[in-house]
């Protein structure tokens, strides 16, 4: 047989749900609304549906994501800044460590070139290695370095070995990352075309990532939800940590390419993605 797209593969037999959950640091939906900066995840929101979100103070990208990533409070995972000093991520396993438990078949996938989420040599990383799970191909992690080499550049190959992995059908619930616009806001701040442009950046490899699976799930019929979420804000002048509402706000979208979704409330707390992932992938 032949497929729409060179390398395309089937994947392992599955009644479960396949997910990919995409993490964008520190992008404000208000900007990526504007026209003709964040059009992709302006159409996916529409086609699914849209959450916001409150992020706990302080609004830092380690406790921010270590509540996503592992269904956690701040007071649960003990994360109080990028640090990592005194977090507790060893005893509170991450989605795809939690998939694998509920499923010992599931096949898990993360990609992130900010060493924090998955570098084992880092200070965290906030996504356990597993190494029992890799050794046996069920586990996968892609770690780069996007603070030192820069995340335009990093975030595309991230992307890319997104898109090669999900091409061959390797995993069954993935994690990727981009944090290029964050950096854009810290930089530059938000006013301007630097945050706008690398939102746009950001955006294209939203839409490489939804083009694929929308294509894997016309060709094998497989099952996909999508979900896309950010950490934190940021104020205008570019920054964040504090308890302003500029800085706390987040959104979640959820969608499907055969127009599935989920029936979560209209405002989320960010400990619930992980249970709520879970409860998706209840067979
Ligand atoms: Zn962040």
């Not at 906030?126 to 975030?155: N, S, W």
Request: aromatic share 8%.
């Amino acid at each position: 047989m032949r497929y729409p797209i060179p390398g395309l593969s089937p994947a392992r037999e599955s009644n479960r749900r396949r997910i990919l959950l995409i993490g964008l640091d520190g992008l404000r939906w208000d900007i990526a609304a504007e026209d003709h900066v964040g059009s992709t995840l302006k159409s996916l929101a529409e086609a699914g549906s849209f959450h916001e979100m409150t992020m706990e103070a302080p609004t830092i990208s380690a406790p921010g994501w270590g509540s996503i990533l592992t269904g956690s409070t701040h007071a649960q995972h003990g994360l109080k800044d990028n640090s990592c000093v005194g977090g507790r991520t060893w005893n509170r396993p991450d989605f795809l460590a939690q998939c694998f438990y509920q499923d010992q078949d599931t096949h898990t996938f993360a990609a992130a070139g900010w060493p924090v989420l998955v570098d084992p040599h880092g200070l965290g990383p906030i996504i356990h290695p597993r190494m029992e799970q890799q050794y046996a191909g069920l586990h996968r992690v892609i770690v780069r370095d996007g603070e030192t080499f820069g995340y335009p550049v990093i975030d595309a190959e991230i992307t890319d070995i997104t898109l090669a992995a999900l091409k061959s059908g390797s995993f069954d619930v993935g994690f990727t990352y981009c944090c290029d616009v964050d950096d854009a806001g810290h930089i530059h701040g938000l006013e301007g075309n630097h945050y706008r442009d690398a939102i746009k950046r950001v955006d294209a490899h939203v839409k490489a990532l939804t083009d694929l699976i929308s294509v894997r799930h016309e060709t094998f019929a497989e099952d996909w939800l999508v979900v896309i979420t950010t950490d934190h804000g940021h104020v205008d002048e570019g920054g964040h940590g504090g308890d302003t509402a500029r800085e706390k706000e987040s959104w979640v979208i959820a969608w499907s390419p055969d127009g599935y979704t989920p029936d979560w409330e209209k405002e989320l707390r960010p400990e619930e993605i992980t249970p709520l992932i879970l409860r998706e992938r209840e067979a």
